[in-house]
């Protein structure tokens, strides 16, 4: 379950009061990082582990999705607003990778145009990009402290917030504000009125966010935890003699 991979300058210079509002600020600011997310949708577990870098505008990740027992590998490279996907061993090859290709190349931003469409909708298999959740996070209003907790060795504080979309909306760059507005409408055809939506988030007392927690509405929640802020992120396009373009299928389709 993807969305398009946002850019653009985090922001820390904004004055709001609120903790997580002004920490999700300070954390774009940071413009690398490494992440771990877990998706929980009905019988379907999705874990993802990976970098992003803003700046780049790109995400590398790997998942794997636990169905009844079985797991399925993928790694995923996105290059917005190209995304190139490798299909591990244990799927099985897709028909529309020739022998001796191993990637398979999608340019999204014409056929999502087209169908209005987001990355989760279309099955992609991996993980909102955690610049996404905290883009989000800047229009946190009311943040209840709920207490404090230990996440991988960083003392941090937990909070329960509500976001006001239209302060998130307009602290964001158009990039980012284009990857909102279509997380929005994503949330409203699964029936979730994000201006009723709470969400987790816990802030280490270095004063960036090291985990949030979100509610996809009927299809579950997604819980992001990041680590390794500021580390040098070099994310590449696979090998031209190993991958293929299927932007032509999607588009079809």
């Given at each position: 379950m993807l969305t398009v991979l946002t850019a653009g300058c985090g922001g820390s210079g904004?004055?709001?009061?609120?903790?997580?509002?002004?920490?999700?600020?300070?954390?774009?600011?940071?413009?690398?990082g490494r992440f771990e997310t877990r998706f929980d949708v009905?019988?379907?577990e999705l874990t993802a582990t990976g970098t992003f870098s803003e700046p780049d505008h790109a995400i590398e990740l790997k998942t794997n999705t636990h169905v009844g027992?079985?797991?399925?590998?993928?790694?995923l490279r996105m290059?917005?607003?190209?995304?190139?996907?490798?299909?591990?061993?244990?799927?099985?090859?897709?028909?529309?990778?020739p022998a001796g290709?191993?990637?398979?190349k999608?340019?999204?931003?014409r056929p999502l145009d087209k169908l209005g469409a987001s990355l989760p909708q279309l099955g992609m298999g991996g993980a909102q990009s955690p610049?996404?959740?905290l883009t989000w996070l800047r229009g946190s209003k009311h943040a209840k402290k709920l207490g404090t907790e230990t996440i991988d060795g960083v003392p941090t504080t937990h909070y329960r917030v509500t976001v006001d979309v239209q302060d998130a909306l307009a602290k964001a760059t158009p990039n980012q504000r284009e990857a909102l507005n279509r997380l929005l409408r994503f949330a409203r055809k699964q029936g979730v009125d994000p201006a009723s939506t709470t969400s987790d988030v816990w802030i280490g007392d270095d004063g960036l966010v090291r985990r949030s927690t979100q509610s996809l509405g009927r299809l579950g929640s997604m819980t992001t935890t990041f680590s390794d802020f500021g580390t040098p992120v070099h994310i590449e396009a696979p090998p031209p003699d190993e991958t293929v373009d299927?932007?032509?299928l999607l588009q079809s389709g």
């Open positions: 904004t004055l709001a009061l609120d903790p997580v509002a002004s920490a999700a600020g300070r954390t774009l600011d940071k413009q690398t009905g019988p379907i027992g079985d797991a399925g590998p993928l790694e290059l917005y607003p190209v995304v190139y996907v490798h299909v591990g061993a244990g799927v099985g090859r897709p028909t529309f990778l290709k191993s990637w398979a999608l340019d999204l931003r610049v996404d959740g299927v932007s032509g």
